[in-house]
């Protein structure tokens, strides 16, 4: 059974850091992508930071570039999102996701075959 259990979301004030964590387990092959979604509420789930098998390629999306940085710790099947300066529009619900497939089409949820639960972040002072 495949789980991707998130972690380290939690209440900030504007201008910190956070940093996500995603665990993997019962993953038979190694996904080509994992990513970071987010979704606030009332509004539409959106991906924010996606990166390769290998860490060969990594996407942003212009809300969160050079705010945020994934990184993946292959040994301990761990996803990470260091996020700085931290804005309000930040807050939102931050969901983990796996994709098996290697095809890049830009942040389709619909793609991603394995999610997590989410965990919450909320920026304000």
């Known amino acids: 059974q495949v789980q991707l259990v998130e972690s380290g979301g939690g209440s900030v004030q504007p201008g910190g850091s956070l940093r996500l964590s995603c665990a993997a387990s019962g993953l038979t092959y190694r996904p080509y992508w994992m990513a970071w979604f987010r979704q606030a509420p009332g509004k539409e789930r959106e991906g924010v930071a996606a990166i390769a098998r290998g860490g060969a390629s990594t996407y942003y999306s212009d809300s969160v570039k050079g705010r945020f940085t994934i990184s993946q710790d292959n040994a301990n099947n761990t996803l990470y999102l260091k996020m700085n300066s931290l804005k309000p529009e930040d807050t939102a619900m931050y969901y983990c996701?796996?994709?098996?497939?290697?095809?890049?089409?830009?942040?389709?949820?619909?793609?991603?075959?394995?999610w997590g639960q989410g965990t919450q972040v909320t920026v304000s002072s």
């Open positions: 996701a796996a994709k098996m497939g290697p095809e890049w089409w830009g942040f389709k949820a619909s793609d991603y075959n394995y």
